[in-house]
């Protein structure tokens, strides 16, 4: 299994008392599978995230990434293993106004080591699987929010993730750029093999998901994945 969460409980302090974030949360995602995970606004989905992302420890529970149990990791162990693990897409692309979008990518694999050369033709690799063939050379100015979005995926990718999390990635897109990323999501997770965790309000995501599961007050409960 790429992503597997055991019994993970997280508390916040509050005050003279500790506000329960999980509460013994499980959540299994195979290679080529795409959970949705969905629930109201403070109900535990960003926290979910931030543990699956490795960037939360938990109170207690166990963190299993591409088979390697975080639990006793080290600060520098657990940066190396975000960065050659786990692909993070977040809600707005956040891209680098003066680089193109190949070099968007690029600076990635460049903290990863890779040379120049390797990360040239794996950023071009990556821009054509996402849909932007031609479109190396511009700037995030010169594309639209869609193309931006794309970017931020394929970012993600590059230094070939076995776990995807991917936090409200059509928020800020219109319904038919919003499916196309939807569909485009779906497509890399089974070509790439990666256990995908989708964050979404959007109920027309559901139909895509292999799983769905609902968090509310910390618990998280799967939900059957309705079909047309």
């Given at each position: 299994m790429s992503l597997e969460l055991t019994d993970v409980t997280l508390t916040y302090p509050d005050g003279d008392t500790r506000l329960t974030a999980l509460d013994?949360?499980?959540l299994t995602v195979?290679?080529?599978?795409l959970t949705a995970v969905i629930g109201p606004s403070g109900s535990?989905?960003?926290?979910?995230?931030?543990?699956?992302?490795?960037?939360?420890?938990?109170?207690?529970?166990?963190?299993?990434?591409?088979?390697?149990?975080?639990?006793?990791?080290?600060?520098?162990?657990?940066?190396?293993?975000?960065?050659?693990?786990?692909?993070?897409?977040?809600?707005?692309?956040?891209?680098?106004?003066s680089l193109t979008a190949a070099e968007q990518l690029q600076v990635m694999a460049h903290l990863d080591g890779r040379?120049?050369?390797?990360a040239r033709a794996r950023?071009?690799?990556l821009l054509a699987a996402v849909g932007l063939d031609g479109q190396a050379d511009r700037r995030p100015h010169q594309l639209s929010?869609?193309?931006?979005?794309?970017?931020?995926?394929?970012?993600?990718?590059?230094n070939e993730p076995a776990v995807l999390l991917v936090d409200e990635p059509t928020s800020a897109l219109d319904h038919e750029r919003g499916a196309?990323?939807?569909?485009?999501?779906?497509?890399?997770?089974?070509?790439?093999?990666?256990?995908?965790?989708?964050?979404?309000?959007?109920p027309a995501h559901l139909e895509a998901a292999d799983e769905i599961a609902e968090v509310r007050d910390g618990r998280l409960r799967p939900r059957p994945v309705a079909r047309p």
């Open positions: 013994d949360v499980s195979p290679a080529g599978g535990g989905k960003s926290s979910l995230l931030a543990v699956a992302a490795t960037l939360i420890s938990p109170d207690r529970g166990r963190v299993v990434i591409d088979g390697t149990d975080t639990a006793g990791l080290g600060r520098a162990a657990l940066t190396t293993l975000r960065r050659t693990a786990i692909g993070t897409v977040f809600q707005q692309p956040n891209l680098l106004p040379s120049p050369r390797t950023a071009r690799e929010g869609g193309q931006r979005q794309r970017i931020n995926i394929a970012r993600a990718l590059m196309a990323v939807l569909d485009l999501l779906v497509t890399l997770t089974r070509q790439r093999a990666t256990a995908t965790v989708l964050v979404t309000h959007d």
